[in-house]
């Protein structure tokens, strides 16, 4: 599962226009991914060059309750991690997959197919815990290509995601 979070990961930060890079098998600094551009937008006047850093988990579980949020339970050591305001820019990820294996990824002649969707949550600036912690996810805040462009953007102006 750990792995197909990654590749849905990379397979949406390509379709984007971004590099992504798997930082080691070590879930030291609670970061799993990094995403820059293939190509410098310094000189382009504000701008930046974007990185952002991904923590990437995955479930079986994909029961949106009637508010549309999914639970997922966050160790201290990644909330606390990812809640820190060190001014990097950080994002969970939660990749949703359907309960049988055989059906998370499909593939023909025609197609390649991942079943089910990721989703993203900002936790930077929420106050530190002691213990694990429960995370709500929006359906509403798909991990999409269109999201990605729009955050890389927003990052490259120095703008809060």
Known sequence: ????????????????????????NHDTISIDARLSPYDSVVGKPGRINPVLHLQLKSTRVHDFNSQGELSLQLSNKNYNELSIEDGSNKLLVLLVLPENPREWIVHTED?????????????????LVDGDKTVHFNKQQAFSVDFLISTMDKISRRLPI
């Open 1 to 24: 599962m750990e792995d197909l979070s990654y590749a849905y990961v990379h397979a949406v930060s390509a379709a984007a226009g971004y590099s992504c890079a798997k930082l080691g």
């Open 111 to 127: 197609e390649l197919i991942s079943r089910r969707c990721a989703y993203w949550l900002n936790l930077t600036g929420n106050s």
